[in-house]
């Protein structure tokens, strides 16, 4: 499904806009290094803070230094990995956490044991920390799509889109579940959320993709090499349709801190910091005729609208 919002943006007919977004700077240090590189050497177009975490304070000393990159906030409302976890600014006594006062692990419990009150003040804290850090904040997204209401039905993108007409911000929603791997029965949920977005003059974009999470066949004599992620990758980058397409990943260092950190795909955490700086991977977007574009456009054309 194709908006009009590339013709909006100035592109040219059928452009193939990209944006490509790094997720989870703030995690840990090894994302931090790894992002704040490819954020300065051009191989990412924008990044997003996950502020509970406990390296946030030097992804935002970052991203406060630098407001020519675009730079949002990754909405938290899950706490993934077994040995590094993180808590709600908040507090602990909300209906965020779980048994052991972290974000749960999982987007199920958030949809089906988290209180709308509670999500808003938390999602409200995130984006005002990094405002009080000095970021300039180009947009918002939502880590593991906690908010989305994929996996129950039961969204939270009432508090989500009133929070970002409030200041100006576009969100990370696709208008289709096209290239997502979501089961494309749900795509009626996010046609409602789109006309929730449209309804509270919010940017969005026409779709949101990734390759998968894991590493194939990790631990085993078929795992993927780097050159298999990569010539992934490209094929993705070629099967880009017209429109904008957030492309997101979690590029990281793979060291010491973050195998301790993490329970598996560490080693794609490196591929993926290895390829958005390969000289192939940045050929194949230019043999494409992929138009790299930023936040900050679809923040520029929101506040514009809302004057």
């Given at each position: 499904?194709?908006?009009?919002?590339?013709?909006?943006?100035?592109?040219?007919?059928?452009?193939?806009?990209?944006?490509?977004?790094?997720?989870?700077?703030?995690?840990?240090?090894?994302?931090?290094?790894?992002?704040?590189?490819?954020?300065?050497?051009?191989?990412?177009?924008?990044?997003?803070?996950?502020?509970?975490?406990?390296?946030?304070?030097?992804?935002?000393?970052?991203?406060?230094?630098?407001?020519?990159?675009?730079?949002?906030?990754?909405?938290?409302?899950?706490?993934?990995w077994r040995r590094y976890?993180?808590?709600?600014?908040?507090?602990?006594?909300?209906?965020?956490?779980?048994?052991?006062?972290?974000?749960?692990?999982?987007?199920?419990?958030?949809?089906?044991?988290?209180?709308e009150a509670d999500v808003?003040?938390?999602?409200?804290?995130?984006?005002?920390?990094?405002?009080?850090?000095?970021?300039?904040?180009?947009?918002?997204?939502?880590?593991?799509?906690?908010?989305?209401?994929?996996?129950?039905?039961?969204?939270?993108?009432?508090?989500?889109?009133?929070?970002?007409?409030?200041?100006?911000?576009?969100?990370?929603?696709?208008?289709?579940?096209?290239?997502?791997?979501?089961?494309?029965?749900?795509?009626?949920?996010?046609?409602?959320?789109?006309?929730?977005?449209?309804?509270?003059?919010?940017?969005?974009?026409?779709?949101?993709?990734?390759?998968?999470?894991?590493?194939?066949?990790?631990?085993?004599?078929?795992?993927?090499?780097?050159?298999?992620?990569?010539?992934?990758?490209?094929?993705?980058?070629?099967?880009?349709?017209?429109?904008?397409?957030?492309?997101?990943?979690?590029?990281?260092?793979?060291?010491?801190?973050?195998?301790?950190?993490?329970?598996?795909?560490?080693?794609?955490?490196?591929?993926?910091?290895?390829?958005?700086?390969?000289?192939?991977?940045?050929?194949?977007?230019?043999?494409?005729?992929?138009?790299?574009?930023?936040?900050?456009?679809?923040?520029?054309?929101?506040?514009?609208?809302?004057?």
């Amino acid at each position: 499904m194709i908006s009009d919002l590339a013709d909006r943006l100035g592109l040219a007919p059928g452009a193939r806009a990209i944006i490509i977004n790094a997720d989870d700077f703030g995690m840990c240090h090894a994302a931090n290094s790894a992002i704040a590189e490819l954020l300065d050497g051009g191989g990412a177009d924008s990044a997003t803070i996950m502020v509970p975490c406990a390296w946030s304070p030097e992804a935002l000393a970052f991203a406060a230094s630098r407001t020519d990159l675009d730079i949002g906030v990754h909405l938290v409302l899950t706490s993934e990995w077994r040995r590094y976890r993180w808590r709600p600014l908040t507090g602990t006594a909300t209906t965020l956490v779980d048994a052991d006062g972290f974000f749960p692990t999982d987007v199920v419990s958030v949809e089906e044991l988290a209180s709308e009150a509670d999500v808003e003040a938390e999602i409200t804290a995130q984006l005002q920390a990094a405002l009080d850090a000095g970021v300039d904040v180009t947009h918002l997204d939502n880590h593991m799509g906690s908010v989305y209401g994929l996996a129950t039905g039961r969204d939270f993108l009432t508090p989500v889109f009133a929070l970002a007409a409030q200041h100006g911000l576009p969100f990370r929603l696709p208008r289709s579940m096209d290239g997502v791997g979501v089961d494309p029965e749900l795509q009626h949920l996010l046609d409602r959320a789109t006309a929730a977005a449209e309804a509270a003059g919010v940017e969005i974009i026409d779709r949101l993709w990734s390759h998968p999470f894991e590493l194939i066949g990790e631990g085993t004599p078929d795992e993927e090499t780097y050159e298999q992620v990569r010539d992934g990758f490209i094929a993705l980058l070629r099967a880009v349709p017209a429109g904008v397409t957030e492309i997101y990943l979690h590029p990281m260092v793979d060291d010491d801190e973050l195998r301790a950190a993490v329970d598996f795909a560490a080693a794609k955490r490196g591929y993926e910091r290895r390829l958005l700086a390969d000289p192939a991977v940045l050929q194949a977007i230019a043999d494409e005729g992929l138009v790299r574009i930023g936040w900050r456009d679809l923040r520029d054309l929101q506040r514009a609208a809302a004057r």
